[in-house]
């Protein structure tokens, strides 16, 4: 995220001034939101009596979505956003609505999504301090954040541009609808494991076999394990394949929701425990990171830091994030037909999908997620803002930290990035 910003900032002579958040990290994460914005509230107004800037952006991925939502909140109640204007607030698949796992109503009790939600939503407030208690609303923050005078609210109403980017395949950790602003999830059965025109098999939606018919392309991607009474059908948009044009995009569901018992007793046998070896390794790590700083700070720094072996364990436990959240995404796995349409603009233009409303994709999804009255609350107050949402689909089995190229490892996710530090910089 930060190259793609720096580079367009860079490429068009800009004089924005790239920041990247340094005062939350390893095991502050876990000391709940509002801890965490206050921390960020006092290093940005240090950044921004050092600049003298005029105009702010902010953009917030995954967690930081929700940090930076009640960080605004403080800079509207101080009168900053009166001083510097606000330009751009984006987030990027952040958990609006909480973490809280919620399944389609026809979904099977022996489907492994069914036995996972009832299982992480038992152990996820209690395992990263109080940021899992926050997340998984065992309080009223997320409520607060949302409530339609709250002081959140309000401050969003300033920016000139909000956005958001949700993924709409393959992220466990952060659901679609939940970054979404949304009551249903119209990609639930989608899967990327695909087969081509010669039989062999595709991980990659964007290699499936192509045809052209005057100015649509079409690309058509069957699993051969699928029987359909409805297709979907999914369009993107030509040189931006992982953007989901979400206007003439329509939903289909796949009739053969019940998996084999035997599957969903061996993945609650297997994925559950070594999700909790992986959490409470990054939490051992962290708090060791967390004891030596504080006693560092108590004791006048008798501890010489060592940066090698900072930049060593901010590795691992960045590998261990990444095998965590890929871990989520170990049963999603549906065996889906998937027909991509990607329109072919002159320009590239890139509709989104404009808050309030749904239309196209969302709308055609019959199905209402059971959600509490709160949530439900908390999704029309937030939609009353004028969001420019972006549904992506990325190929890769961990898309969470692909959407922000997190890994380096994707050029799609780069792509999102890339285009996303055009809209910040023209805009």
Not at 14 to 30: E, K, L, M, N, P
Not at 32 to 53: F, Q, S, W
Not at 65 to 72: E, F, I, T, Y
Not at 165 to 188: K, L, Q, S
């Amino acid at each position: 995220m930060l190259h793609s910003l720096e580079a367009r900032a860079k490429r068009q002579k800009s004089d924005i001034v790239v920041h990247r958040a340094q005062s939350i990290s390893t095991t502050r994460t876990f000391d709940g939101i509002e801890a965490n914005a206050e921390r960020l509230y006092l290093e940005l107004v240090h950044l921004l009596t050092t600049t003298n800037a005029t105009e702010i952006s902010i953009v917030g991925y995954s967690l930081g979505g929700l940090l930076a939502r009640m960080l605004v909140g403080m800079l509207h109640e101080d009168g900053i956003l009166e001083k510097v204007k606000p330009k751009i607030f984006a987030t990027f698949a952040t958990p609006h609505l909480g973490s809280t796992f919620v399944t389609s109503p026809s979904l099977s009790v022996w489907s492994p999504s069914f036995v996972f939600s009832r299982l992480f939503n038992a152990f996820g407030p209690w395992l990263v301090g109080p940021t899992g208690r926050d997340l998984f609303r065992k309080n009223n923050i997320i409520n607060d954040l949302s409530s339609p005078q709250g002081s959140s609210m309000l401050a969003l109403r300033k920016f000139e541009n909000l956005f958001i980017f949700a993924n709409g395949i393959r992220d466990r950790t952060v659901h679609f609808w939940t970054a979404f602003i949304a009551d249903r999830n119209p990609f639930n059965y989608i899967s990327t494991q695909s087969e081509n025109s010669h039989g062999h098999k595709n991980s990659d939606i964007n290699n499936a076999n192509i045809s052209s018919k005057g100015d649509i392309t079409t690309k058509t991607v069957t699993a051969s394990t699928s029987e359909r009474t409805r297709p979907m059908s999914i369009s993107t948009f030509d040189g931006y394949p992982m953007f989901v044009d979400l206007e003439s995009s329509r939903y289909g569901k796949n009739p053969h929701l019940n998996s084999p018992i035997l599957h969903t007793i061996l993945f609650a046998v297997f994925v559950p425990p070594l999700f909790l070896v992986l959490i409470f390794l990054l939490i051992g790590i962290s708090s060791y990171a967390w004891s030596r700083s504080a006693f560092r700070a108590m004791f006048g720094n008798p501890i010489d830091g060592n940066s090698h072996r900072h930049a060593a364990r901010e590795k691992l436990m960045s590998t261990l994030q990444q095998a965590l959240e890929t871990s989520l995404n170990a049963e999603e796995d549906d065996g889906e037909e998937l027909n991509t349409m990607m329109t072919n603009e002159g320009d590239n233009k890139i509709q989104c999908a404009w808050s309030p409303g749904y239309k196209g994709l969302i709308e055609s999804c019959p199905e209402t997620l059971d959600l509490p009255q709160d949530v439900q609350d908390n999704i029309r107050s937030l939609n009353s803002l004028p969001w420019q949402k972006y549904a992506v689909v990325l190929p890769r089995m961990n898309t969470h930290s692909q959407i922000v190229d997190r890994m380096g490892e994707t050029k799609d996710g780069k792509a999102i990035m890339d285009y996303f530090a055009y809209r910040l910089c023209n805009d």
